[in-house]
Structure formats: C-alpha cells, structure tokens
T-cell receptor
Framework: ELKVEQNPLFLSMQEGKNYTIYCNYSTTSDRLYWYRQDPGKSLESLFVLLSNGAVKQEGRLMASLDTKARLSTLHITAAVHDLSATYFCAADSTGTASKLTFGTGTRLQVTL | DAGVTQSPTHLIKTRGQQVTLRCSPKSGHDTVSWYQQALGQGPQFIFQYYEEEERQRGNFPDRFSGHQFPNYSSELNVNALLLGDSALYLC?????????????FGQGTRLTVV
C-alpha cells in the first residue's frame, strides 16, 4: 500500500527566508504532485513531476523529484505572506492521476 | 472552460439520512475520482469512475456509492450518514491517458452531519 509522509506538518517562517518541505513515499511511484490549499478552499495544482530528476519552478516555489530515494521536495525562496497556505504532496500509483495518495499536508505560515 | 464544478457547496444532514453530491468534470476529461477530506487531514481516495463503471475503490464502506453518466458527470451517494462522515468532499477529473496524468479538483462540497 502506497503511503506518503510529509514534514514538517507545520512551518512558521519569516518573510524573506528560505525553507524546504519534504515528501517521502513508500513504494514505486514515478509521478508526484504538489497542491496548494487555502483555508476552506479546494486544491490548486502547483506542480506535476513525471520523472526522476524532474525539477519545476514557478515564482518562489521549486519542486524536485528523486524516484530512487522516493523523495520530493518543495523549496520556498524568499517567502512572502501570500504563500501562507497548506501544501500537499500526492503520489500516483496508477500512472493516470486517477487515484492519488496524499500526504498529511504542511501548513505554512509566513509572518511579517 | 468552467473547470470541475461540484454541487451543492454546503450541506447539512441528520444522522441516518442519505445524501447525493454531484460533479461535472473539466471539459475533455473522462475520469472522475472522489475524495474525502476531514478537517486537518489530507484527502482520502474514495473511488474512481471511468466509462460509467467504478474502476478503483479506497477503504470506504459500501455506504459510499457512486455513478457516472454518459456525459462523464458523476454522483457520490452516502447512505446512513454518520457524524464521522462530516468532511469536505472533493471531486477530481482527469484524462485516462498516461501521457498526460494530471488531476483537477472542484471547489468541494462541505458536508456537515448533525
């Protein structure tokens, strides 16, 4: 059974600082997804990582995938308050994104 | 493109009642998956529908059932509601094409069981 673990569960960081969220998964999964969720809202797709060594960047966020280590990271550069949200990683056991296994989420709070 | 749409957005039901939630997938998508997200948790996979059939199922009891229509829209039905069924129910649509695996989520239905 595919299991996904994220850490940290909660992250409070000052504006301008850098930090990394880690996502480990238990079995083979060549596809890894990152989503953002604002309170009471749905999931917004951030990154789709489809192969080993994949790196994608959007603004202050950069995601990478190491399938050999079964690890994905979401790096935040020079955080701003607008990045405050809960971030989820999800692994895909089907190859079709139709059955995602999510981590517990990392609640990010960026303070002034 | 309206994206994935769900209805209703909020719902309050009494224990023991039955509820039906609806989802219209993103245009061009043929697969609908349902997830339950309890407060403070990550979404949990309920089941997936493709070609009007349930193809995969998570660890949810038979009280949870669904349907997919020829236009790819889908319903989630929950019978004999329990307090523990209170959650945000998310619908995701995707295209069953391994060349482009991406799931898009609707805004969710917030179900409260009292």
């Amino acid at each position: 059974e595919l299991k996904v673990e994220q850490n940290p569960l909660f992250l409070s960081m000052q504006e301008g600082k850098n930090y990394t969220i880690y996502c480990n998964y238990s079995t083979t999964s060549d596809r890894l997804y990152w989503y953002r969720q604002d309170p009471g809202k749905s999931l917004e797709s951030l990154f789709v990582l489809l192969s080993n060594g994949a790196v994608k960047q959007e603004g202050r966020l950069m995601a990478s995938l190491d399938t050999k280590a079964r690890l994905s990271t979401l790096h935040i550069t020079a955080a701003v308050h607008d990045l405050s949200a809960t971030y989820f990683c999800a692994a895909d056991s089907t190859g079709t994104a139709s059955k995602l296994t999510f981590g517990t989420g990392t609640r990010l709070q960026v303070t002034l | 493109d309206a994206g994935v749409t769900q209805s209703p957005t909020h719902l309050i039901k009494t224990r023991g009642q039955q509820v039906t939630l609806r989802c219209s997938p993103k245009s061009g998508h043929d697969t609908v998956s349902w997830y339950q997200q309890a407060l403070g948790q990550g979404p949990q996979f309920i089941f997936q529908y493709y070609e009007e059939e349930e193809r995969q199922r998570g660890n949810f009891p038979d009280r949870f059932s669904g349907h997919q229509f020829p236009n790819y829209s889908s319903e989630l039905n929950v019978n004999a509601l329990l307090l523990g069924d209170s959650a945000l129910y998310l619908c995701a649509s995707s295209l069953l094409d391994r060349g482009y695996p991406e799931a898009f989520f609707g805004q969710g239905t917030r179900l409260t069981v009292v």
